[in-house]
């Protein structure tokens, strides 16, 4: 979640760490920092509150100017800690080792009591000082840096994305990985480590992928990795193709059609640090988060379009869940129908670029109309109106989005959503520990089961030529797959063109059943939950007005096959909360082959924009 970058060079590394740092912005910070080994051994650091640009200030005004050629940066979201000088990265243990660090160290308390004992002194409150206190101490009975890094991890437990310098080893840097990515990128004029190669663009195109548990020593001329069991190992230099600043397609023929297969990594990127082996991060909100979430009364979600999907899917996750009451409106509407906002209400906005008018007009009058409120909003623009006028930001790691119809925006915000929900239910305690730990596991499973699912794209492109003369389609759904039949009947509309209209199944006999017959696809989504039954018998339903239908089923859900009717098996053993995210994969692969056929400009449809910042 933060960003990490670091390098050994023969030449001044500071302007490096600092364009380091600018590139990385994009993740969200709230503080940033360096520590630089000056050219007689000692450790310089400068750290700021806010924007990197406030770091830079800092080092600018410095009478010592901060100079050397070795050193790590970092950028921080605070979850430890408030965001602080203090608390920023790096972090250093005796004047000897300084560390940054990506991830959390899930025993740091412990590690904590047994390091006072041995009479280091804290000086934050993050759990990443314990990392460099433990190196330190190790370095003392140890032959090699290396040998008390390795000794040091040891005893860690939780995710790490690590870099550390010692004043004693003034030619070396280390890094190590465990649960959050590093990269190493091989310069001209030396060496370097990230959290994400963006941060090295300007300096190299050559890159290391670190594996899991991998340690790397890096010296100006030499790279030396060892794996997870301390073995030399040989990772490959790969050349990058990404231009700075720009996103390019890769083997995709459309940018909508590259974020679709995009999902599992946008959604392990979301999930990062944000969860450890059987807990949320509830800090992941807002260090202060869990003491609102623990009072909050209320939920008001207010979004626009696909965000509003996301929102509706929520609303049963936090009222069937955390047992907490979530309303969900259309932020257009709820601008201007003066709302009655209880005291006590969390108002959430969802936005993926954080720049919709209407979401954030509605947030301003929440706010004016009553400023007791918590506001947070879920994001995938760091920089934005609206995280700028929110309280707490969560931001979606999506990445960028550029096809104007969202995909990875929308299952990244459904994955924020149910760490939100699981965050509120576990400070209100309304969830225990053993859902605490199944509902993590299940957001652990959701990149396999999105490749899986992604698998499934040629039996879905057939399917595609159905609508080939169609002027209207209709979804159904029950439950949360109401949400997401409105989702898939959104995509349908945007990019193909044709009319399409979501419906709950249950409502089918109170109007629209009278619009079925052969000329009216009719997709539904049949996961295997306690609504199957129901969901069965309005398909009976429609199938004896003759419509043609394509039903999306889990494996168990074991739906009749009838008349003209395809019945895709996605996958199995899906949860309330997998199982509306899973089901979304399907129907943004059928429109964007219905969209294909049709021949429009999938992309950029007619008459949309990606971010409508007007009303
Ligand atoms: C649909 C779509 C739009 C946006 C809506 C809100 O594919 O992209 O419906 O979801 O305009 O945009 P954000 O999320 O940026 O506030």
């Not at 794996?227 to 231009?243: A, D, F």
């Not at 260090?287 to 939920?299: C, G, I, L």
């Not at 925006?409 to 760490?419: D, E, G, P, R, S």
């Not at 939950?529 to 003759?546: A, C, F, I, P, Y």
């Amino acid at each position: 979640m933060c960003g990490i970058v670091g390098g050994v060079t023969n030449q001044n590394i500071t302007p490096l760490l600092l364009e380091g740092l600018k590139q990385l912005e994009y993740r969200g910070y709230d503080s940033s920092g360096l520590l630089v080994l000056s050219n007689n051994n000692s450790f310089l650091r400068a750290r700021s509150v806010g924007k990197v640009h406030n770091l830079e200030k800092n080092l600018n005004t410095r009478k010592k100017r901060i100079k050397g050629n070795i050193g790590i940066a970092h950028t921080r979201w605070a979850t430890h800690g408030e965001p602080s000088n203090r608390n920023a990265h790096p972090h250093i243990s005796n004047n000897t080792v300084g560390v940054v660090h990506n991830g959390i160290i899930e025993n740091y308390l412990e590690l904590k009591e047994s390091q006072s004992k041995q009479g280091y002194k804290f000086t934050s409150d993050t759990d990443t000082e314990v990392i460099a206190h433990a190196i330190e101490f190790n370095m003392q009975s140890s032959n090699t840096f290396l040998e008390s890094v390795q000794k040091a991890i040891n005893s860690f437990e939780g995710a790490y994305g690590l870099g550390i310098i010692s004043s004693k080893h003034p030619d070396t840097i280390i890094a190590a990985r465990k649960g959050s990515p590093l990269v190493i990128g091989v310069g001209k004029y030396g060496n370097y480590i990230a959290s994400d190669q963006i941060a090295l663009l300007p300096i190299t195109r050559k890159f290391i992928f670190l594996e899991e548990g991998d340690i790397a020593e890096l010296k100006l001329e030499k790279i030396t990795i060892y794996n997870q069991n301390g073995n030399k190992v040989n990772r490959p230099i790969k050349t990058s193709k990404i231009k700075e600043g720009q996103v390019d397609l890769g083997v995709h023929k459309h940018f909508m059609q590259k974020e679709i297969f995009e999902q599992p990594q946008a959604i392990r990127d979301t999930l990062e640090s944000r969860i450890t082996k059987e807990s949320v991060v509830v800090s992941a909100f807002g260090y202060k988060a869990s003491e609102v979430f623990k009072n909050v009364k209320q939920v008001q979600i207010i979004a626009c379009g696909t965000s509003f999907n996301a929102g509706l899917v929520a609303k049963y996750w936090l009222e069937d869940i955390a047992k907490i009451p979530c309303n969900v409106e259309i932020a257009s509407e709820y601008r201007y129908r003066n709302p009655i906002i209880l005291d006590r209400t969390l108002f959430v906005t969802i936005s993926q670029s954080g720049e919709t008018a209407d979401t954030l007009q509605a947030l301003k009058t929440a706010k004016e109309i009553n400023n007791k409120i918590d506001t947070l909003c879920i994001c995938n623009s760091a920089e934005s109106s609206i995280t700028r006028e929110s309280e707490f930001t969560f931001l979606t790691h999506a990445g960028p989005e550029i096809g104007v119809a969202s995909t990875k925006a929308f299952t990244t915000q459904l994955v924020a959503l149910a760490l939100l929900t699981c965050s509120i239910g576990v400070s209100k305690k309304n969830i225990n520990k053993q859902n605490e730990k199944s509902i993590v596991d299940g957001l652990k499973r959701l990149p396999g089961l999105i490749n899986e699912t992604l698998l499934q794209e040629s039996q879905i492109k057939k399917l595609a030529v159905r609508f080939k003369d169609k002027n209207s389609a209709l979804f159904l759904g029950r439950g949360t797959m109401h949400a997401i039949a409105m989702e898939g009947a959104l995509k349908l509309k945007e990019i193909s063109y044709i009319h399409a209209e979501a419906y709950p199944a249950g409502e089918l006999k109170h109007g629209p059943i009278a619009l079925i017959d052969e000329s009216m696809p009719v997709i539904a989504i049949a996961p295997n939950d306690e609504l199957l039954s129901k969901l069965k018998s309005n398909l009976q339903e429609v199938k004896t007005r003759g419509s043609q239908m394509i039903v999306f089923e889990d494996k168990e859900s074991k739906v009749k096959s009838m008349k003209a009717m395809k019945i895709i098996s996605i996958t199995s053993n899906l949860g309330r909360i997998t199982a509306p995210i899973i089901f979304t994969i399907p129907l943004q692969l059928l429109s964007y082959h219905v969209a294909l056929i049709k021949n429009t400009d999938v992309d950029k449809p007619r008459n949309l924009a990606k971010s409508v910042t007007v009303e």
